[in-house]
């Protein structure tokens, strides 16, 4: 079942960036692309458990900032070395200006 | 450069350590770090706005492409020369310079280009990787894992398999290096132990299963490379060949050591704080070019997704935080070596370098209350 929860606004991403988002004990990644969609995916790396928040967004990947591991955030597909496992990607809609994220 | 030195406490130095440093990653320290909290632990970073970190961060072709233009171009023309030469005396020249860009210079382009920074298109970090990885005889499978673990747990004992510096320091094999005896022989061997399929346990506890095929292929592709090489030279009689492929591991392994050496040697180990534990050194811009400006240490470890090129920059925005750099090669070794040599005498000791009065102070982490400080 869909758990909405509003996260921040559209626009305190920059594009071709992502912001940390804390929710309870977990902690989310959102993402603008270059073409302005929106996405999420977990906050941790899944290869060190490093936050991305830090890391760099090109196109659509993002870059872990402390092994430089990359993931495509629109699938959460691990790119190869050093990280082998997907991260897990979770819907995002965007209302009046507001981004909401389906948490599960 | 002010340092200090510290010597380990009365009671058993760092962290009450009362034994030998056991570097195995499956041994007593490796178990101790976990426990300790220094494994994956949280490192200090200084403060730059994320505007300002996204731009240095910014990936981007043309630096790289010209710098591997530059490499790969200077490589041809003096192997060319070279072998014009050859068997004068005076291809010693040119082989002298090729032999600094393929047992040197491949160093840092493994480095950077494993670090998937030098160049913004991923199949150009990749195919500059696997170059780099065949001249400096580092297997790329297994180097981009033993660098993770590094990147991780920098010169925590236990977990770093790169500490050059094992105590107690063996300056001879040390010594070897410098002409990469025992970095290339220890490369070849393994190479070989792979080509026949066979892998340390060390080796299997920080390369997942799931890349130890790719492992085993490129070490039976060089393999392959190594022994038409041979064959070459064994059917011309001449060991030109060689002395195109291979042993410019051994005799142009100078600088990287030397500048390898630089970037943590005589400073503290298991700590969780780079400025600590490396060492940002001012060279030379053929040194630089060689280095790939991994001078600029302290830097690097603390944004490892900074690339080369942006280094200079990133240093100027946060050398107020780190301690003062040193200016040259000299004044670099004139610092650790002494500390080098005390540490023959004493594992504990290692210099403390001097922050800045505009730097944010030291964590009083871990063991650093354990320590008696003594002047220089």
Known sequence: ?104 | MTATAIDGNAKGGVAGRVRQRDYSMLGEDARRAIERGLASAHWYHSDIPRKTMKDLMKRTDGPAIRDTLIWLGSMAVLAVLAAWLWPSWWAALPLFCYGVLYGSASDSRWHECGHGSAFRTRWMNDAVYQIASFMIVRNPVEWRWSHTRHHTDTIIVGRDPEIVFMKPIELFRIFLNFFGILDALSGWAKMIRYTFGSIDPEVMDYVPEMERGRMLRVARIWTAIYVATIAVSLWTGSILPLMLIGLPRLYGAWHHVLTGLMQHGGLADDVTDHRLNSRTVYLNPVSRFIYCNMNYHVEHHMFPMVPYHALPRLHALIKDDLPAPNTSFADAYREMWPAIKRQLRNEEYFLLRELPPTAKPYQADFHMLEMRVSAA
């Not at chain 1, 996260?7 to 977990?26: K, N, P, Q, V, W």
């Open chain 1, 1 to 104: 079942m869909a758990n909405w929860v509003e996260a921040c606004s559209a626009e305190s991403i920059e594009e071709e960036d992502l912001i940390r988002f804390d929710h309870g004990d977990r902690t989310f990644a959102i993402y603008r692309s270059p073409d302005s969609e929106y996405f999420a995916t977990d906050g941790l790396c899944t290869h060190e458990q490093v936050h991305l928040e830090e890391g760099l967004v090109m196109d659509d990947v993002i870059e872990c900032p402390k092994h430089n591991g990359r993931f495509n955030y629109k699938t959460g597909k691990a790119l190869g070395a050093p990280v082998c496992v997907n991260l897990q990607t979770y819907p995002v809609k965007i209302e009046g200006g507001t981004i909401f994220v389906d948490v599960g």
